[in-house]
């Protein structure tokens, strides 16, 4: 179940770059992950050889048909959904407007939302806002500040007759830690609400089945999984027929998922997107796409939870650098191979700063994870600094990372 890591990282031209004469490390992946050569030259070709709108009498236009319909196919393999309940759109958040504003609008004053401390801003906001235009009410579930996890407790006393929608993520963009995502949908269906899961993070690291986890809606971002600048969504059959979607008088009634897409798509995105699924599944066997991609995700797991930990085991060592989550090496699979943390006297802008400088790419800020930068009050200091690896990152730019850290711990 090994993953041959050098030689994938050789199909990522990315990997290749230097700054100040050192390799670049990428451990900027939960931005955005590195691309593939070969969805560089899917979108190349199709722009340079195919290039034509939909619906056409003529052969590039048909291309352009058969490409859609590769990704919606491509989409449901990835999802674990069929091809007509797949939608794409600019990217997830612009999605969640849309479908969260169609949801809305089939809700009544009074009605309750949960979403959770532990979310990207792009599963909150929109709740936020559709709440304030129809009357809703929002709950929002604790996180356990000691490892960052969800008070599970806590989420169950939230459920009452008035909840109609539980929307979480399936796992933590600022600190990796993992949902349970079975046990919260199961939760949410005995209480008649809609699952509704934000899979962005989740998706380059883990295995997604829409169906095996109960989900009625599910969201993420091919650029997260080593595609193109693009959002998709999966919505459950039934409920993507019975939303309300807004759409120009002249459209067709399509099937379920694709009423949610609006205007001209971007071909030669949806072109890398199928690109980027097929990369995925070809790092693992077997006699169809889906389960080639069970096999491939079993082995980008094992390799990630072992960086996880040997990081792990490595961070505890540094002076004064303080991890948030999930900090014990033997719960590494709990998590993702994303970490947050501060360091004393100097800002998390600071250390990414310093980090850049030697190649070493991070973020720093808020994350975009309000509720927990308000939760663990780091949103007046900066928020964190965050590393967060991929399934092209070796056991020695971990070293590396981590020497770097030890040497700016130790000048204060």
Not at 26 to 49: K, N
Not at 72 to 94: K, L, V
Request: net charge negative; proline share 6%.
């Amino acid at each position: 179940m090994s993953l041959p890591v050098n030689e994938i990282r050789d199909r990522f031209p990315a990997l290749r770059r230097h700054v100040n004469d050192r390799p670049v490390v990428y451990f900027d992946g939960p931005s955005g992950a590195q691309v593939p050569g070969t969805v560089a030259e899917a979108m190349r070709s199709y722009l340079l050889t195919t290039n034509a709108n939909a619906l056409g009498a003529f052969v590039t236009s048909r291309e352009t048909e058969a490409i859609y319909d590769e990704a919606r196919r491509a989409a449901a393999d990835f999802t674990g959904s069929d091809p007509g309940e797949i939608a794409f759109g600019a990217n997830m958040t612009t999605l969640s407007y849309a479908l969260t504003r169609a949801v809305g609008r089939t809700l009544k004053p009074g009605d309750e939302i949960i979403t959770t401390e532990l979310e990207h801003e792009g599963n909150v906001s929109p709740w936020l806002q559709i709440a304030k235009d129809f009357g809703l009410a929002v709950r929002t579930v604790p996180l356990r500040r000691e490892d960052a996890t969800l008070d599970m407790d806590a989420y169950a006393a939230l459920l009452g007759d008035r909840t109609r929608v539980v929307a979480f993520t399936l796992a933590s963009n600022a600190f990796g830690s993992k949902t349970d995502v079975r046990r919260i949908t199961g939760l949410a269906h005995e209480a008649g609400a809609l699952a509704w899961g934000d899979a962005v993070h989740f998706a380059p690291h883990e295995r997604i089945d829409r169906r095996a986890f109960g989900l009625d809606v599910l969201l993420c971002s091919p650029y997260k999984f080593f595609g193109p600048h693009l959002g998709l969504a999966a919505i459950d059959r039934e409920l993507a027929t019975t939303l309300p979607a807004d759409r120009v008088r002249p459209a067709a009634e399509n099937p379920p998922g694709h009423r949610f897409e609006t205007g001209t798509q971007p071909h030669e995105a949806i072109a890398g997107f199928v690109a980027a699924v097929d990369y995925l599944a070809g790092l693992g066997k077997g006699p169809d796409r889906r389960r080639r991609l069970d096999d491939a995700y079993a082995r980008i797991g094992a390799h990630e939870r072992e960086l996880s930990a040997h990081a792990l085991r490595r961070m505890a060592s540094i002076k004064g650098l303080k991890v948030y989550g999930i900090t014990d090496p033997d719960r590494a699979g709990e998590r993702t191979p994303t970490f947050s943390f501060t360091l004393p006297h100097r800002s998390p802008a600071q250390v990414a700063e310093q980090l850049g400088e030697q190649g070493i790419f991070t973020s720093a800020g808020n994350l975009y994870a309000f509720n927990a930068s308000l939760a663990y009050g780091r949103e007046e200091a900066g928020g964190w600094t965050r590393a967060g690896f991929l399934h092209y990152t070796t056991r020695s730019e971990v070293d590396r990372f981590c020497d770097a850290i030890t040497e700016i711990a130790g000048h204060p």
